[in-house]
Each structure stands twice: as structure tokens, then as C-alpha cells.
């Protein structure tokens, strides 16, 4: 054989290696689209199981604490919680919900009233170049700016003509969406009923599910299987529950703090924001300086720019002592280490979970936080303990030969 014959070959071979990685990441495409679409299937039918397990296990240790302080058994423990529940549930809708409504709309027609005299002061400021005019033009934008009923009520009278001309085909597009919007609201609490109903079951034989699987596993299996089941449950439980209670300390601290420094008409809502938003990292500051930096500029009582840049500089001020707080309590000690999963690698869970809808979303970080222990127990400890016996074994051999 010649060498030209010899670099043909080679070069065929390079290209049927290159032909067949191609179609390997071909299939590999083909083949995570496909499961993709059967996952969001699996995830959208099974979604109450899930969400329901999901809440059973946040609140199975709450349910445990009732039983030994009350003194009562497990459907006792679990009717007492669920009570619980449901008073703060009426609390929050009876109270809360028209305190958070009247926020709202007292923050949108500030905005409405005050963000276009800004806006002008600005641009008297800045001069009446390409700075002002472009000020002055959004000052008009939001002056025009309706956020009442207004709109709605003149796309209704205008429409009022071919409701009357058209007849029946109008009416039956507005009954069709009448249909759909309630059948989205049955939709949504026949759900929210078969999750609690499945909540409530699994609850009552929760404790019944370690017992199952010691009885499921092979004998030599079975101390191993438990201790990554108890890190698991450690790491999973931790980060939930702690998660929870840190939000609610960040709501809390936002609300109190912002109706100490004289934000007390929209305290509530930036809190409930802020609380919320924390469950996600670095989003809840985010979401609670962002308005109480916008009021500490828009309040009418703030008249000169001096006390608008003091209201401010008191929001940042309360939202690096609320981080601080958080940061150095609230994560540490009642969160704790034991999730382990850093705050990228819980955005990466919920930005992937969101593909899936809500039910990914609220199964996202649990299944990372498996995920992490599985890997760390099953393949990360052996490879680093190999790594580090092999460097051992290097510097004993390098220190024989000196």
C-alpha cells in the first residue's frame, strides 16, 4: 500500500468519525426533544401528586410537633395544622388582601400623578436639548396615561354597535369567553381540592414511608439506601423550610422598616413583594428597593431634592441592614448548610423547572438538591478519596527516590 492510499484511508476514517458524531448529536437532539415533550406531559398530568407530596413533606415536621405537644394522633396533629392554615389563609384574605388591593392602586396613580412633574424637574435641570425634550415628550406620555376604567368603557361602547349588528356571532364569542374564564377558575380549584385531599393522605402515612422502603431494599442495600435517604431528606427539608421562614423574615423586616422611615401606605405590598421575591436568591432586595427607592422620589411629600436623596439614602441603608440580616443569620442558622446548593445553581434549577410550568417550578430545586446529594454520595466522595490517594502515593514514591 502506498502512503497516498494510506492518507485516504486515515482521511476517510476522520470523516466517518466526524459523519458519525454528527449523527450521534443528531439523535441526542432529536432524542431530549422527544422525552422533553413526554416530561412536560408526565409533569402536567401528574402535577397535583406532585405539588400535593411536595407539601405533605413541608409540613409533616409541623405535623409531628402537634402530635407531641397536643398530645394527640396523627389525623388530630394533621386536622390541628390544617386549621392553622386555614385561619392564617382567612386572616390573610379578610385583612391583608384589601390593605394589599388599596396599595396598589394608591401606587399606581402616584405613579400616574407624580412621575410626570419628575420628570419635568428633571428636565428643566438637564436644559431643553435632546435630554429635556425627550423628558418632556414621556412627562406627556404618562400624563395621557389612564389606568382607571375609562379605556375599557369606550372599547365597550364602541363595540356596542357590533354587538347589535352582528347579533348572535358577538354574543357567542362573549359567552365562549365567559365559559373559558370560568372554567378556568373550576379548573384551578378542582385542583387545588385534589391537592389538598392527596396533601391529607399522604400526611397520614408519612411516617410510614421509611418502613416501606427498608421492606423494598435488599438487606446488604439497606443501611446505605437509608443514610443518602436521611442526607436527602436532610438537604431537601432544610433548604425548604428555611427558605420559607427567611422569606417571611425579609417581608416582615421590609414592611416594618419601610413604615418606620414613613412608607407606611405601600409598607405592606413592597413587603409581601420583597417576601415573596426572596424566594428566589438576590431577586427579593431587587423587588423591594426598586418601589421604595421610586417612592423616596415620587411621594408629594418629599418637595425638595435634598429630602428626596435623604428618603433614599434611608431605603438602602434599611435593604443592606435586611441583607445583612439575612446573610448573616437568616441563611446560616435557620436555612443552614446542609442544602449545600449555591444561588446560581438555584436560579439554573428554577429557569430549567419553568420549561415544565409551575409543577416544574416547585419540584426545580428539590430535585437539584437530590441531585447534588446523589452525585456526592454515589461517584464525587469515591473520585476524590481516589484522587487523593493517588497524590499521596506520588509524593511517597517522590520522597523514596530522594
Known amino acids: 500500500m502506498t502512503d497516498g492510499d494510506g492518507n485516504l484511508n486515515l482521511h476517510l476514517k476522520r470523516s466517518a468519525l466526524v459523519l458519525a458524531w454528527m449523527l450521534i448529536a443528531v439523535g441526542a437532539i432529536w432524542f431530549v426533544g422527544r422525552l422533553w415533550v413526554i416530561l412536560s406531559w408526565l409533569l402536567s398530568a401528574l402535577s397535583p401528586f406532585l405539588i400535593a407530596l411536595v407539601v405533605a413533606y413541608i409540613f409533616n ?33 379578610g385583612i391583608l388582601v384589601p390593605v394589599l388591593y388599596a396599595q396598589t ?11 410626570p412633574i419628575l420628570l419635568k424637574n428633571i428636565s428643566h435641570r438637564v436644559g431643553y436639548g435632546t435630554a429635556g425634550e425627550m423628558f418632556e415628550k414621556l412627562a406627556e406620555r404618562m400624563r395621557e396615561l389612564d389606568v382607571g376604567l375609562k379605556p375599557t368603557l369606550d372599547k365597550i361602547s364602541a363595540a356596542a354597535p357590533g354587538i347589535t349588528a352582528g347579533g348572535m356571532t358577538a354574543a357567542g364569542k362573549i359567552a365562549r369567553g365567559i365559559g373559558t374564564m370560568f372554567g378556568g377558575v373550576a379548573g384551578f380549584f378542582v385542583a387545588l381540592a385534589f391537592v ?20 423494598l431494599l435488599p438487606s446488604r442495600f439497606e443501611a446505605r439506601a437509608m443514610d443518602i435517604l436521611g442526607k436527602v431528606d436532610e438537604a431537601v427539608g432544610g433548604f425548604l423550610r428555611g427558605q420559607l421562614i427567611a422569606a417571611a423574615i425579609v417581608g416582615v423586616l421590609t414592611a416594618v422598616g419601610l413604615a418606620a422611615i414613613g412608607m407606611w401606605r405601600y409598607a405592606l405590598l413592597v413587603g409581601v413583594v420583597a417576601g415573596v421575591g426572596h424566594l428566589i436568591p438576590y431577586l427579593g432586595p431587587v423587588l423591594g428597593a426598586t418601589p421604595s427607592l421610586l417612592w423616596s422620589f ?4 418629599h418637595a425638595t431634592w435634598g429630602q428626596r436623596f435623604l428618603y433614599a439614602g434611608l431605603v438602602i441603608a434599611l435593604f443592606v441592614v435586611i441583607e445583612l440580616v439575612d446573610g448573616f443569620f437568616s441563611q446560616p442558622r435557620i436555612v443552614g448548610k446542609k442544602s449545600h446548593l449555591h444561588p446560581l445553581v438555584v436560579i439554573a434549577a428554577l429557569v430549567i423547572g419553568a420549561q415544565f410550568g409551575i409543577t416544574g417550578i416547585v419540584l426545580a430545586v428539590p430535585s437539584a438538591a437530590i441531585a447534588r446529594v446523589l452525585i456526592k454520595e454515589l ?23 530522594q
Open 61 to 93: 415536621p409541623i405535623v409531628n410537633v402537634a402530635q407531641r405537644k397536643l398530645k394527640i394522633g396523627r389525623v388530630g396533629g394533621i386536622l390541628v395544622v390544617a386549621l392553622l392554615i386555614l385561619l392564617l389563609v382567612g386572616l390573610f384574605l
Open 105 to 115: 392602586i394608591d401606587t399606581i396613580a402616584g405613579i400616574r400623578t407624580n412621575m
Open 196 to 215: 389538598v385531599v392527596i396533601a391529607f393522605y399522604s400526611l397520614v402515612q408519612f411516617d410510614a414511608v421509611p418502613n416501606l422502603i427498608r421492606l
Open 298 to 301: 415620587l411621594a408629594p411629600s
Open 379 to 401: 461517584w464525587w466522595n469515591e473520585h476524590v478519596a481516589r484522587k487523593k490517594a493517588a497524590w499521596r502515593g506520588g509524593r511517597d514514591a517522590g520522597k523514596a527516590v
